[in-house]
Every structure is written in C-alpha cells, then in structure tokens.
Nanobody
C-alpha cells in the first residue's frame, strides 16, 4: 500500500522560498504511469492544483504558479520536492502531495491517495 509523507517548515517568511518534500513508501515514483502532484487548500479558494511530476520526470505546473514553482525528484530517496519562490501571505494553505494515475489539473474533492497535509503559514 503506497503511503505519502510530506515534510517541510510550517512557517515561511514573505519573499522566501517554500520547500516541501514528499517521501513515498510502498511504491516507486518511477512506476508507469503515475503522476505525483502538489495541491493546496484554503477555506476561501478550496482545492488548487499546483503542479505535478510524472513517472518519467516531466514536470507540469498551474499557469498561475509556473513562474514561481518548481518540482524535482530524487529517485534514490523515492521522493519529490516542491519549491515555491517569493511567497506571500496568499500562499498560506494546507499543502498536500498526492498520487494520480493520470495528469489531474483540477480538484473538487481531495485526491484519494495523498499525504496527511501540512499547514504552511506565510508570515513575518
């Protein structure tokens, strides 16, 4: 059974870079044809897809975040990392990593296979 575990700071200062890692167990991030995603959720905006990295290492991003976001992976550690530059209080949210069997860019419900979620607050 695949499990995802997010790690990273819960508090980030404005203008800094948010960096969160999702470590996967029970399955390889290189297994075809999975996509490994980052999603965030706020009470005001709901669920928002941020981006994903495919089993082959291709990265995809929400147009609104493409200029600030990057996703990388470490196949030895079986993990993938989100970096979001120049954060503002608008980036305050619960951040989830998730696995999908296709590229999903829009969520109305939380993904079925996901980490526990991490509250990230952007504040000085």
């Amino acid at each position: 059974q695949v499990q995802l575990q997010e790690s990273g700071p819960g508090l980030v200062k404005p203008s800094q870079t948010l960096s969160h890692t999702c470590t996967v167990s029970g399955g390889s991030i290189t297994t075809a044809y999975y996509y490994w995603s980052w999603i965030r959720q706020t009470p005001e905006k709901g669920l928002g897809w941020m981006g994903a990295i495919s089993y082959s290492g291709n990265a995809y991003f929400s147009p609104s975040l493409r200029s600030r976001a990057s996703i990388s992976r470490d196949t030895f550690k079986n993990s993938f990392t989100l970096q979001l530059m120049s954060v503002t209080p608008e980036d305050t949210a619960v951040y989830y990593c998730a696995r999908e069997d296709r590229l999903v860019r829009y969520y109305t419900n939380p993904p079925k296979i996901r980490g526990q979620g991490t509250q990230v607050t952007v504040s000085s």
